[in-house]
T-cell receptor, first 114, second 114 residues
Framework: QKEVEQDPGPLSVPEGAIVSLNCTYSNSAFQYFMWYRQYSRKGPELLMYTYSSGNKEDGRFTAQVDKSSKYISLFIRDSQPSDSATYLCAMSRGPDTGRRALTFGSGTRLQVQP | GAGVSQTPSNKVTEKGKYVELRCDPISGHTALYWYRQSLGQGPEFLIYFQGTGAADDSGLPNDRFFAVRPEGSVSTLKIQRTERGDSAVYLC????????????FGEGSWLTVV
């Protein structure tokens, strides 16, 4: 079983919809949680970075972490065709040397239809 | 350039050959990471440098893989006796020193072993 599980999709939504992307994890040592966006044949780009449980909002994006359930979410409001990409969750055990390696989910492919 | 630069962008090699992949991080970034991403999967951690030294090489799959960063800037990932299973995108990333800093990824080197 993988440490981080993510539904691969594809997830297809109409423009303007609210998108919900999720990951579950098994390692309770994870403390830092991230969401990356990856366009085709490009490197991952950091969208959101959160520490421990709670919510964080940035424009149309909201990240939620529930450590008790080992469950993280990314919500995208007013989705746009330009949001069409693969979304990767990632997490690490901490900022210190030896704990910084990121463990990624397999990614969810999102398609926003105009 | 402003971003993480990786060369070559594409490499096709025969099984058993030796391959070198190069990464030029963002200027001033002392932390450098190598990840490997197979088709339909998230990136998988290989090795992390802080300056010239490998701070965490726990992700290297076996002794055919080796990475160096002799002057604390450019890094080279070396793969000996390549196998078809080594075919993947090799992603390099860099960040400022210390935990909690944004990790910036390059566009990757696409390696195909035939």
């Amino acid at each position: 079983q993988k440490e981080v599980e993510q539904d691969p999709g594809p997830l297809s939504v109409p423009e303007g919809a609210i998108v919900s992307l999720n990951c579950t994890y098994s390692n309770s040592a994870f403390q830092y949680f991230m969401w990356y966006r990856q366009y085709s044949r490009k490197g991952p780009e950091l969208l959101m970075y959160t520490y421990s449980s709670g919510n964080k909002e940035d424009g149309r994006f909201t990240a939620q972490v529930d450590k008790s359930s080992k469950y993280i979410s990314l919500f995208i409001r007013d989705s746009q065709p330009s949001d069409s990409a693969t979304y990767l969750c990632a997490m690490s055990r901490g900022p210190d040397t030896g704990r910084r390696a990121l463990t990624f989910g397999s990614g969810t492919r999102l398609q926003v239809q105009p | 350039g402003a971003g993480v630069s990786q060369t070559p962008s594409n490499k096709v090699t025969e099984k058993g050959k030796y391959v070198e992949l190069r990464c030029d991080p963002i200027s001033g970034h002392t932390a450098l990471y190598w990840y490997r991403q197979s088709l339909g999967q998230g990136p998988e951690f290989l090795i992390y440098f802080q300056g010239t030294g490998a701070a965490d090489d726990s992700g290297l799959p076996n002794d055919r893989f080796f990475a160096v960063r002799p002057e604390g800037s450019v890094s080279t990932l070396k793969i000996q006796r390549t196998e078809r299973g080594d075919s993947a995108v090799y992603l390099c990333a860099s960040s400022l020193a210390g935990g909690g800093n944004t990790i910036y990824f390059g566009e990757g080197s696409w390696l195909t072993v035939v």
